[in-house]
């Protein structure tokens, strides 16, 4: 049962304990969103990330994309309590680099389990209830190299290229049928760590970008060096 403020949007972001998924988790949560951190491991690895994300006033819902039983555990509690979904941001994401012949398929296999096979999963466990409200915003956060390759991003390249695919088929696929729901890709570049890492830039644009895109889906880049510059083609996602 729907338990949140009147009128308060929800958002569902899958690995969200560190990077672009805290960062968009806790930006949204402080901006009056009801955000669900989806975190792998919340009772042990990452008890400190969900510790300091519910500080935040974000639920934490675990959540491990590379397993079914747990993404559907996961969408049933959020869609008892909250009802519905707006905004789904597949962000899972894990990098295998190095020269491309060195991996075995076994290895490339894990590098799509969680960057291809993952977003998959949870689309299918979130979208039926998306696409019967007839709107909704499902992000990618894929990559530069989703655009173009550099050596030794074999892997990684290759999966972010893979759902960006997907990405673009399932917006011609809904296109007919679903009125405002929208899918879109945001490829940033990578996040710097260290001190003079621009953080409460980066939630302020990650913010900003995600909210802009619950009512129109296109392709974005963040350049977090630069503050998180919008570049790049602005397609839109089945309009």
């Given at each position: 049962?729907?338990?949140?403020?009147?009128?308060?949007?929800?958002?569902?972001?899958?690995g969200?304990?560190?990077?672009?998924g805290?960062?968009?988790a806790?930006?949204?949560?402080?901006?009056?969103?009801?955000?669900?951190?989806g975190?792998r491991?919340?009772?042990d690895?990452?008890?400190?990330?969900?510790k300091?994300?519910?500080?935040a006033g974000?639920?934490?819902?675990?959540?491990?994309?590379t397993d079914?039983?747990?993404?559907?555990?996961?969408?049933?509690?959020?869609?008892?309590?909250?009802?519905?979904?707006?905004?789904l941001?597949?962000?899972a994401?894990?990098?295998?680099?190095?020269?491309?012949e060195?991996?075995?398929?076994a290895?490339i296999?894990?590098q799509?389990a969680?960057?291809?096979?993952?977003?998959l999963?949870?689309?299918?466990?979130?979208?039926?209830s998306?696409?019967?409200?007839?709107?909704?915003?499902?992000v990618y956060?894929?990559?530069?190299?989703?655009?173009?390759v550099?050596?030794?991003?074999?892997?990684?390249?290759a999966?972010?290229?893979?759902?960006?695919?997907f990405?673009e088929?399932s917006?011609?696929?809904?296109?007919?049928?679903a009125?405002?729901?929208r899918?879109s890709?945001?490829?940033?570049?990578?996040?710097?760590s260290?001190r003079?890492?621009p953080?409460?830039?980066?939630r302020?644009?990650?913010h900003?970008?995600?909210?802009?895109?619950?009512?129109?889906?296109?392709?974005?880049?963040?350049?977090?060096?630069?503050?998180?510059?919008?570049?790049?083609?602005g397609?839109?996602?089945?309009?």
């Open positions: 049962m729907s338990n949140q403020m009147p009128n308060q949007r929800v958002a569902v972001i899958t969200a304990s560190s990077g672009f805290r960062l968009t806790e930006a949204l949560a402080a901006a009056g969103w009801r955000v669900y951190a975190v491991n919340v009772a690895r990452n008890a400190d990330a969900a300091c994300l519910r500080a974000v639920m934490v819902v675990e959540l491990d994309v079914d039983t747990s993404v559907d555990a996961a969408a049933t509690r959020v869609l008892e309590e909250a009802g519905a979904v707006d905004v941001m597949n962000n994401g894990s990098g295998y680099f190095g020269i491309t060195a991996f075995t398929p290895a296999e894990r799509f969680v960057n291809v096979f993952g977003p999963r949870v689309n299918r466990a979130f979208l039926p998306m696409r019967y409200r007839r709107r909704g915003l499902v956060v894929s990559s530069t190299l989703g655009r173009y550099l050596p030794f991003s074999g892997p990684y390249a999966s972010k290229w893979a759902i960006e695919a990405a088929v917006s011609y696929e809904l296109a007919p049928s009125s405002t729901l899918y890709n945001l490829e940033p570049s990578g996040l710097r260290s003079s890492s953080q409460p830039t980066m302020h644009v990650l900003r970008t995600v909210t802009s895109q619950v009512r129109r889906g296109v392709d974005v880049r963040i350049r977090p060096g630069d503050g998180g510059s919008r570049s790049g083609r397609r839109a996602r089945g309009a």
